[in-house]
Structure formats: structure tokens, C-alpha cells
T-cell receptor, first 108, second 113 residues
Framework: QKEVEQDPGPLSVPEGAIVSLNCTYS??????FMWYRQYSRKGPELLMY????GNKEDGRFTAQVDKSSKYISLFIRDSQPSDSATYLC????????FGPGTSLSVIP | DTEVTQTPKHLVMGMTNKKSLKCEQH?????MYWYKQKAKKPPELMFV???????INESVPSRFSPECPNSSLLNLHLHALQPEDSALYLC????????????FGPGTRLTVL
């Protein structure tokens, strides 16, 4: 079993839709969780950084962590074509463990 | 300011060349990282420096040689690379190893001919 699992997509949604991106993990020692957005041929951009179970909101983005289920989510409200990118979940111990990434396309 | 800068943006080199990648951050972070990323794959950790000392080497071939001259700078020296080493090389930094968010630079796109 991989440490972090993520549906690779591709995921295609119409503009304005709510997008749900999800990751599951196996190591209960993970305490810190991050979501990155990566445009093609660019470096990953940190979107959200969370520690505790529950929700964290930043603009159109909401990160959700459920440590009991070992499950994290990123919700994007009112999705825009500029949100089209690969989204990477990441877990932190002494080093970052990335999920494989989900490719998202938002169609105008 | 959460900026990590990397130079050059693009690099093309032959298998016998020696070149260096450079990374800089001014956030006061004491952990710096080198990653390699191939197309459609997540970043793969190569090296971690903590307080300017090499803490993690993920069994990277010796043709990649990291250097941390001071707390703001990180270099990756390249020598005798292979075509399969062509990739996006990413630098990142965080407050300390295993502590705080990790911020990435834009990357250097390396092509080995």
C-alpha cells in the first residue's frame, strides 16, 4: 500500500462548479498536511497548510482533514479556468511525502 | 515574502559538462531541499540540508553534488549527467526540517544531451 493515495484524474469540470479533491494516507504519524497547485512546467505553489482535524478556509479554497479516517480533501468553490492545474496533496514528518497529484481542467 | 528563487530557469548540457544550479531564500528558513520532478510525477526528494548540514541524501548518484554555502543559499553541482537526468529540478525551504510549510522555487528545467 502506498503511503499517500490520490486519484490522478484527469478531472474535468465546468466553470463555476465546486471541485472536490481527495487523498488518503496510511501512516497515522502524519500530523501536518499541505495542498499544492502546480501549473505545467512551474514549481508547486502552496495553497493550504493544516494541522488539526477539521476545516480551514482561504478564499475559494477549503481544506478538510479527518485524521480518524486518514483522509484529507480540498474543495474549490466557483472554479475558474485559471484553476486548471495539477493538485498535489502532501504530508509532513521529517520530510514531505507527496501524493501522485490530480490533474484538473476547468472548462469555460 | 515567501519567495524561493532559482537560477537558471533552463539549462541544456552535454554529458561531459559541469554546471551548477542555484537556489536562494531570504525567509530565515534553516531547512533547504532539492527535488527532482519528471513529467506527470510528483517531486522526488534528493537532498535535505538542515542548519547548513546535509541531513538526508536519498541515495542520489554522486554525479549530483549539493552544497550549502550559507543559510540562504543552496547549490546543486552537476557533472557527467545522463540523458535520463533530464527533469525539472526544484528547490524548497521550510522553517526547519519537519517544521512548517515548505515553499518551492520555480525550478530549473534541465536537458541533458
Amino acid at each position: 500500500q502506498k503511503e499517500v493515495e490520490q486519484d490522478p484524474g484527469p478531472l474535468s469540470v465546468p466553470e463555476g462548479a465546486i471541485v472536490s479533491l481527495n487523498c488518503t494516507y496510511s501512516n497515522s504519524a502524519f500530523q501536518y498536511f499541505m495542498w499544492y497547485r502546480q501549473y505545467s512546467r512551474k514549481g508547486p505553489e502552496l495553497l493550504m497548510y493544516t494541522y488539526s482535524s477539521g476545516n480551514k478556509e482561504d478564499g475559494r479554497f477549503t481544506a478538510q482533514v479527518d485524521k480518524s479516517s486518514k483522509y484529507i480533501s480540498l474543495f474549490i468553490r466557483d472554479s475558474q479556468p485559471s484553476d486548471s492545474a495539477t493538485y498535489l496533496c502532501a504530508m509532513l514528518l521529517d520530510k514531505v511525502i507527496f501524493g501522485p497529484g490530480t490533474s484538473l481542467s476547468v472548462i469555460p | 515574502d515567501t519567495e524561493v528563487t532559482q537560477t537558471p530557469k533552463h539549462l541544456v548540457m552535454g554529458m561531459t559538462n559541469k554546471k551548477s544550479l542555484k537556489c536562494e531564500q531570504h525567509m530565515g528558513h534553516r531547512a533547504m531541499y532539492w527535488y527532482k520532478q519528471k513529467a506527470k510525477k510528483p517531486p522526488e526528494l534528493m537532498f535535505v540540508y538542515s542548519y547548513e548540514k546535509l541531513s538526508i541524501n536519498e541515495s542520489v548518484p554522486s554525479r549530483f553534488s549539493p552544497e550549502c554555502p550559507n543559510s540562504s543559499l543552496l547549490n546543486l553541482h552537476l557533472h557527467a549527467l545522463q540523458p535520463e537526468d533530464s527533469a525539472l529540478y526544484l528547490c524548497a525551504s521550510s522553517q526547519a526540517m519537519g517544521v512548517g510549510e515548505q515553499f518551492f522555487g520555480p525550478g530549473t528545467r534541465l536537458t541533458v544531451l
